[in-house]
């Protein structure tokens, strides 16, 4: 059995994951406003090359109740805490990119 330290550093790394996974879906959810059944496969896809490292990296690829609920409580927290300051600045990129070029 792996010593507390070790489970805890996984933990971390997790919550840190969840993180990364709720502005990853912020992303694709900018680059596909339009088309949103592409943005929500890519994002699947994406999850998996993120996630999967992880769990290999922090846990040798065992699947643990605790490590799934970091992952939650990382993404709940950046939804609360990050999520309304990123949406403000991608809104100020989209305005700025459709004055300069119509790109959206």
Same mark, same amino acid.
């Given at each position: 059995?792996?010593?507390?330290?070790?489970?805890?550093?996984?933990?971390?790394?997790?919550?840190?994951?969840?993180?990364?996974?709720?502005?990853?879906?912020?992303?694709?959810?900018? @680059?596909?406003?339009?088309?949103?059944?592409?943005?929500?496969?890519?994002?699947?896809?994406?999850? *998996?090359?993120?996630? @999967?490292? *992880?769990?290999?990296?922090?846990?040798?690829?065992?699947?643990?109740?605790?490590?799934?609920?970091?992952?939650?409580?990382?993404?709940?927290?950046?939804?609360?805490?990050?999520?309304?300051?990123?949406?403000?600045?991608? !809104?100020?990129?989209?305005? !700025?990119?459709?004055?300069?070029?119509? @790109?959206?």
């Amino acid at each position: 059995m792996e010593g507390i330290g070790w489970q805890i550093n996984a933990l971390m790394f997790l919550f840190l994951t969840g993180l990364g996974w709720g502005l990853l879906y912020d992303g694709c959810l900018f @680059f596909f406003t339009r088309r949103r059944q592409m943005g929500d496969f890519l994002f699947w896809v994406l999850s *998996v090359f993120l996630i @999967f490292p *992880v769990l290999l990296f922090t846990t040798g690829g065992e699947l643990r109740v605790s490590l799934g609920v970091g992952l939650v409580v990382g993404v709940a927290c950046y939804r609360w805490v990050f999520h309304p300051t990123i949406q403000l600045y991608l !809104k100020l990129l989209r305005r !700025k990119l459709r004055r300069r070029r119509g @790109f959206f």
